[in-house]
């Protein structure tokens, strides 16, 4: 078996245990950042994580916690005040689990009101039949005007009102490398000119995002998520000046704990033992993360959103193209 396919089962085995341990928990009243570090313990304690070995095993990228009309790329930053999950609150829970830097990407919607069963329901079937179309030799392009053609003209009713279906149109679902979360190819939600096919052996996480707003992305603060600039080549120079720039080791924390696997403020701070009480010191990261942005050392990564009083949904599932077809290495009982 190819070995980056055995890393990958290995890696959706821990995903799926992971949803079910955390549908338990995740209900309103509890807050983002207990969400976040429930799954991020129940990653590291499930992949025997080795803080000796970062690299080796263990989370894919930061959860996205991302609420109502916030589509991705939300999870809170260290000294943030605490968000607590409503019961008229739509929540994306995505976050990644790597061996050997194969990441499974997936992705899940819960909500609580009633109301929103039957766009929660569509939301899943359309990931569903996303997938479906995918396989060898499957054009990007032809996949996203499925994805358009599948939701054209869907509407559902919410609070009396009648509300249009459309996907995000400016996000998409992604190829995926060996510690590369976001490895080139993309495919589209909706449909454009993209001739590039799926090939055999490769990943994709396969992501619609299903949006009662205007389907256009909208970038907000406060910015949590962060990656290596991989085209940035940084020398021993240029990385020895950089700790007379930053108040703390910061690059050098980046590149031993994620190399080029996505990473967030806050378990920056978590490693620099930074309390929480110590506003100088979190202050001081922030800086540094943003001398490195504005150096293009690594890149920022804002949380997403559609227009006011939208809501989104997002199923994700991450696929492997076989010869003669596809594996769902995500797939489970629950989505």
């Known amino acids: 078996m190819n070995n980056d396919l055995t890393h990958a089962i ?16 995740v209900k ?43 589509a991705a790329h939300y999870t809170p930053n260290y000294e943030e005040e605490n968000v607590f999950l409503k019961e008229t609150d739509i929540i994306k829970i995505d976050y990644g689990v790597h061996y050997n830097g194969v990441i499974i990407d997936s992705a899940f919607t819960l909500h609580f009101d009633p109301k929103y069963d039957e766009f929660i329901n ?5 990931t569903n039949f996303a997938v479906k179309q ?11 005007a499925s994805i358009e053609e599948y939701i054209k003209g869907a509407e559902i009713e919410i609070d009396g009102k009648i509300v249009q279906l459309k996907t995000m149109q400016d996000l998409s679902g992604h190829l995926i490398k060996p510690y590369e979360i976001h490895a080139g190819k ?14 055999e052996d490769e990943f994709y996480a396969i992501e619609p995002f299903l949006t009662t707003g205007i389907g256009k992305s909208i970038l907000k603060e406060p910015n949590s998520h962060f990656m290596i600039n991989n085209r940035k080549t940084i020398n021993k120079r240029e990385e ?18 994620y190399g080029t696997l996505p990473f967030c403020q806050k378990w920056i701070c978590e490693l620099l033992n930074i309390s929480l009480y110590k506003i100088d010191e979190i202050y001081q990261v922030n800086k540094d993360l943003k001398l490195l942005c504005d150096k293009n050392i690594i890149n920022s990564y804002p949380p997403i959103y559609d ?3 939208s809501i989104v949904s997002q199923f994700e599932h991450t696929i492997f193209i076989k010869e003669n077809g596809i594996l769902n290495l995500s797939k489970n009982n629950f989505y």
């Open 307 to 309: 227009i006011d009083n």
């Open 240 to 257: 020895k000046e950089l700790l007379n720039y930053t108040s703390f080791p910061v690059f050098s924390l980046i590149k031993k704990n």
């Open 134 to 144: 995918c396989g060898p030799d499957a054009i990007l392009g032809e996949i996203g």
């Open 28 to 70: 309103p009243g509890i807050t983002l950042k207990e969400i976040a570090n429930i799954i991020d313990d129940k990653i590291r304690s499930e992949t025997l994580f080795d803080l000796k070995n970062p690299l080796e095993k263990g989370i894919g990228f930061p959860v996205g916690l991302s609420i109502n009309n916030c």
């Open 10 to 25: 290995k890696a959706a085995f821990i995903h799926k245990k992971v949803s079910k341990y955390v549908l338990d928990y």
């Open 186 to 199: 993309a495919v589209p939600n909706i449909a454009i000119h993209y001739p590039l096919r799926m090939i």
């Open 122 to 126: 569509i939301s899943k079937d359309l």
